[in-house]
Nanobody, 123 residues
Framework: QVQLVESGGGLVQAGGSLRLSCAAS????????MGWFRQAPGKEREFVAT????????YYADSVKGRFTISRDNAKNTVYLQMDSLKPEDTAVYYC????????????????WGQGTQVTVSS
């Protein structure tokens, strides 16, 4: 079992930055694909970014490409999401997730989820 705990959310003005962290415990995530997803009020959970186990491959949703950067430190069992040039439409609860599959945008493919961290971007 993998337990995931997100942190780093908060309130920021438009144009600002935040860095989310996802700390894993229970077992090493070095062999897992990791992903970030988000869910805004009244909307379905949506894909944000994913990173392969060896960090070679990353993929982003069009809405965040060029502004967000996903990374990982397997030695620390931690995944990060650097969010720059934040917009009000980025406001959501952000979730970290893990899968034993190859990198994918499919929510259903991820078997382990954190509890989420709130990100609020004011205009």
């Amino acid at each position: 079992q993998v337990q995931l705990v997100e942190s780093g959310g908060g309130l920021v003005q438009a144009g600002g930055s935040l860095r989310l962290s996802c700390a894993a415990s229970g077992r090493t995530i070095s062999s897992y694909t990791m992903g970030w997803f988000r869910q805004a009020p009244g909307k379905e959970r949506e894909f944000v970014a994913t990173i392969s186990s060896d960090s070679v491959y990353t993929y982003y949703a069009d809405s965040v490409k060029g502004r967000f950067t996903i990374s990982r430190d397997n030695a620390k069992n931690t995944v990060y999401l650097q969010m720059d040039s934040l917009k009000p439409e980025d406001t959501a609860v952000y979730y970290c997730a893990a899968t034993g599959r190859s990198p994918t945008t499919a929510t259903k493919a991820y078997g382990y989820w954190g509890q989420g961290t709130q990100v609020t971007v004011s205009s």
